[in-house]
């Protein structure tokens, strides 16, 4: 089969032909139709679980797709063949990735059944930044009219986040260093912020002044992190998908510290899928590519100049 692979950590990503897999005791076999491209992915392949799981190679890339069961392994009971499913492959061994024609994966994983109306291109785009801004929203539990400030809100869990915030009722500013402004009101923020100008943090001091109720940080860290903290009022939350939201840091300035660290499951996808049959989730679909075109499609998201999601077609 076809897929998009390294041979060692670090290596530049490139197709290569490898033996179709096979489902053993409680896994699924399935036919991609497409794979979400996030920077989990390249994270993965510089090596990021080195040392705390194991690793296969040729190591294929990918944790998010989306199509068809083809064969389920013995044992399984909650999916059958013919199945439209989506979800995350993300499993032991790392390096059994969906950048490929076919994906094997315990059905216990957060695989779910793709919704009526939802293409597979859709389905691939989802998992991963759905469920994150799923788990923070939750996480930081505002009340309807409570401003929450995103920063990177033009990315994948950006771009969800500011939906599905919105749905709540929650005022969303979604702050943004790249042209993003119609995107994202389009999306339901309330408010757009270029983070890139020299007089962000003054811009969101004027409608906040004894600042906002919450922030999800999708971006920074150390010091960088802390610049952005006086814009919280004391006693509203900070939250952050890279490990800079720690106690430690906040407690002492009197703000709420919610570290993400996302634990997929059915549950949350089959949430996403309620919200986009209902209407209310759109699936922010910026770039479709080819398989073959995956080492690009790599490159421009660790430069994260991208908008919304970027996904494969297989
Ligand atoms: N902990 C977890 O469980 C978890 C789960 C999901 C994701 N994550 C992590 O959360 C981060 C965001 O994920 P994502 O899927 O939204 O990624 P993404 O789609 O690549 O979007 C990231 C956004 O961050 C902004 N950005 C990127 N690099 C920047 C830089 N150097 N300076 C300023 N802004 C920058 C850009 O937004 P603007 O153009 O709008 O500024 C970019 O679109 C990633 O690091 C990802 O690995 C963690």
């Known amino acids: 089969m076809r897929a998009i692979a390294i041979r060692k950590f670090g290596d530049t990503p490139e197709l290569m032909d ?7 005791e409680g896994e699924v076999l399935v036919h991609l139709g497409a794979a979400g491209v996030n920077p989990f992915d390249w994270k993965l392949a510089d090596g990021l679980l080195d040392g705390k799981m194991p690793h296969v190679f040729p190591f294929i890339y990918g944790v998010d797709g989306a199509g068809a069961v083809e064969e389920v392994g013995p044992g399984v009971k909650r999916l059958a063949v013919k199945d439209g499913v989506f979800g995350q492959f993300f499993h032991a061994p790392v390096g059994t990735g969906t950048y490929a024609e076919y994906v094997v994966a315990p059905e216990s994983n957060a695989i779910a059944l793709r919704p009526r109306g939802m ?33 990177g809100a033009g990315g994948g869990v950006g771009s969800f986040t500011v939906q599905l915030a919105s749905n709540r009722g929650i ?3 979604a702050a943004s260093r790249g042209p993003n402004r119609d995107f994202l009101h389009k999306l339901g923020a309330s408010r757009f912020y270029d983070s890139s100008a020299r007089s962000f943090l003054d811009d969101v001091r004027v409608g906040y002044p004894n600042g906002v109720d919450a922030m999800l940080d999708l971006v920074h860290r150390g010091p960088e992190f802390e610049h952005y ?9 900070v ?23 996302l634990q997929p499951s059915t549950e949350l996808l089959d949430r996403l899928s309620k919200e986009f049959s209902s209407g209310k989730l759109r699936i922010p679909l910026e770039e479709k590519v ?24 297989i």
């Open 18 to 24: 490898l033996p179709k897999p096979t489902p053993g």
């Open 119 to 151: 293409y597979n291109d859709q389905a691939a785009a989802l998992p991963m930044p759905g469920m994150t801004a799923l788990d923070a929203l939750d996480r930081l539990g505002l009340e309807k009219r409570q401003s929450l400030l995103i920063l």
């Open 171 to 173: 005022t969303t500013l």
């Open 229 to 237: 903290l006086p814009l919280v009022r004391a006693g509203g939350a």
């Open 239 to 261: 939250a952050s998908t890279v490990g800079a939201a720690t106690e430690e840091l906040l407690t002492p300035k009197g703000l709420r510290a919610i570290n993400i660290n």
């Open 290 to 313: 080819p398989l073959a075109g995956a080492p690009e499609a790599i490159a421009k998201s660790r430069a994260g100049t991208g908008r919304g999601k970027t996904v494969l077609t």
